[in-house]
């Protein structure tokens, strides 16, 4: 019950990029077949910033999900869905609206920052200022405790575990929890019980967190328990009652190594990408013309490796025989500039090749990929569903 599911959501923003391959999707990758994953398209997201023109937003995802295909997500692996297929996430977030203080989203960092650095829209709307509480829901709807995202969303899964804490808080408390608890502990068996009311009393007098870990790890193994016992004893360790939603974290993609053609961080706003649909031709021309040492003004001009943006996608592309080739000839000006980035157009290259193929392929089948998205929603909204059963009981919503 507790055992790791990891979901991540992503705004469809149009043609991802090899930035958004190198930092996002490669870890994606390698998760599905770690963990149990849910990946969606968080098109509601979109419509916070984009409501004044939401028509290009389903031709977004659509081309969003082919790019997640062609570069690997594995869709026997992991669920894809959209967000607004999942109703579920509305109800969610309307019902947690409720609790949720509003200085609470008002000091999230995110909501002051892009309402500044996006001047040319009103953001002023409730839609926007619930930003973060929407992706709560979106996190808390699947009790996905891993959440892989970039560092400018930690503030946001931080906000999510406010979210859930002060919900099980509120709702989780069930009539006759403190006599059923110590019932459930008593179940437990006289050592393991004894053991585990010492480590509740450490982390509730001392907050040792590294107790409540342990004690965490004893209610883990523990199997002669029910599932209902077990989330009592899990909410009665943190002095709350039942957890009826799980606290996710963070899991911290490592910042992307990928540099755009300028050397600063690929990004759309910066006009540096390659898209992963982009021509062989495109790509050969976007490259050979980027910027190199500036001090590289003539063929015969000695330049340093380290202060041009082509030796950065080296580190991308290249092996070590190369860089040495580079570190040699540059400095030395036995190589030109446009010999030096032969190879990295050659791996760029290799690399979008059968990317760029699967990316035909899932184009010609549309109703291929259709299929994927609705099995995906389907599931997803089985495991919604669950949740919205429990979450309507503690609120006295359920109406059977
Ligand atoms: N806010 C995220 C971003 O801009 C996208 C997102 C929406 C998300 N819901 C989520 C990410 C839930 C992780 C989990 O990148
Ligand atoms: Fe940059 Fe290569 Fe030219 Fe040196 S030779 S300046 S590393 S492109």
Redesign the pocket.
Known sequence: MYADRVLSGMRPTGNLHLGHYHGVLKNWIKLQHEYECLFFVADWHALTTHYDNPLGIEEATWQMVIDWLAAGVDPSRATLFIQSQVIEHAELHLLLSMMTPLGWLERVPTYKDQQEKLTEKDLSTYGFLGYPLLQSADILIYRANQVPVGEDQVPHIEFSREIARRFNHLYGKEPGYEEKAEAAVKKLGGKKAKLYLEMRTRYQQDGDEAALESAKALLGETQNLSLGDKERLYGYLEGGGKMILTEPEALLTEASKMPGLDGQKMSKSYGNTISLRESPEAVSKKIRTMP??PA?VRRTDP?T?EK?P??QLHQVYSGDDVKAW?QN??PSAA???LE??QPVIDGVLRELGPIQERARAYTEEPDRVKNIIADGCERARDLARETMRDVREAMGLNYG
């Open positions: 190199t040492d590289r330049g490796p041009c082509v030796w580079v000839g540059c190589i030109g500039c030096c980035k």
